[in-house]
């Protein structure tokens, strides 16, 4: 069964820095990898989809990365701002399987 | 717009008086779900239906009950609900595809069960 785990569970930084979201799965055989962010008592919104072919995917401050053979994937914010407070999960979609295997996220808070 | 509407955004109800959450989707998605999130237990799935009259339990159907007659709407019922159902729901869809489509989210509803 596959198995999503989000390292940090919880991350405070200052702004204007550059982080690392982390995001490790099982079963290397993925059809794709989605990073959803929310905010406190929000619906979640798609940032970046990863397709099982691609290794990374670029939208604004945002750059996903997907190593399928190592079961990784990073989320890398740039020059991180307060209004990128929330939390960020990531969803794998697993071959055989059309439900996605969601971790537990990671609660990001940047401070003025 | 392309999005997943849910309603009510906000209930509150007494334990036992069923209720119905509606979940309507306008992208032609076939597959469709619901999950609950509860701190520090992450999102569970609840149901889901890979397309209309197919529905099939996710890891913590107890309680609930789901229907797919039409393509675009996926309720969710709760029969007799009661305070453990007390939790944050979310609709979510996408077409079934597996290799190039993520999913989409409602915006949530909040229950509260008293």
């Known amino acids: 069964k596959q198995e999503v785990t989000q390292i940090p569970a919880a991350l405070s930084v200052p702004e204007g820095e550059n982080l690392v979201l982390n995001c490790s799965f099982t079963?290397?055989?993925?059809?794709?990898l989605q990073w959803f962010r929310q905010d406190p008592g929000k619906g979640l919104t798609s940032l970046l989809l990863?397709?099982?072919?691609?290794r990374e995917q670029t939208s604004g401050r945002l750059n996903a990365s997907l190593d399928k053979s190592s079961g990784r994937s990073t989320l890398y914010i740039a020059a991180s701002q307060p209004g990128d407070s929330a939390t960020y999960l990531c969803?794998?979609?697993?071959?055989?399987?059309?439900?996605?295997?969601f971790g537990r996220g990671t609660s990001l808070i940047v401070h003025p | 717009e392309a999005q997943v509407t849910q309603n009510p955004r906000y209930l509150i109800t007494v334990t036992g008086k069923k209720l119905t959450v509606t979940c309507s989707q306008n992208?032609?998605?076939?597959?469709m779900s619901w999950y609950r999130q509860d701190p520090g237990l992450g999102l569970r799935q609840i149901y889901y239906?890979?397309?209309?009259?197919?529905?099939d339990k996710g890891d913590v159907p107890e309680g609930y009950k789901v229907s797919r007659k039409e393509k675009r709407n996926f309720p969710l019922i709760l029969e007799s609900p009661s305070p453990n159902q007390t939790s944050l729901y979310f609709c979510?869809?996408?077409?079934?595809?597996?290799?190039?489509?993520?999913?989409?989210f409602g915006s949530g509803t909040r229950l509260t069960v008293v």
């Open positions: 969803a794998v979609r697993a071959g055989g399987s059309y439900i996605p295997t």
């Open positions: 079963d290397s055989a993925i059809y794709n």
């Open positions: 979510a869809s996408s077409f079934s595809d597996r290799g190039y489509y993520g999913y989409t």
């Open positions: 990863i397709q099982s072919s691609q």
């Open positions: 239906s890979m397309n209309v009259e197919v529905t």
């Open positions: 992208m032609n998605h076939e597959y």
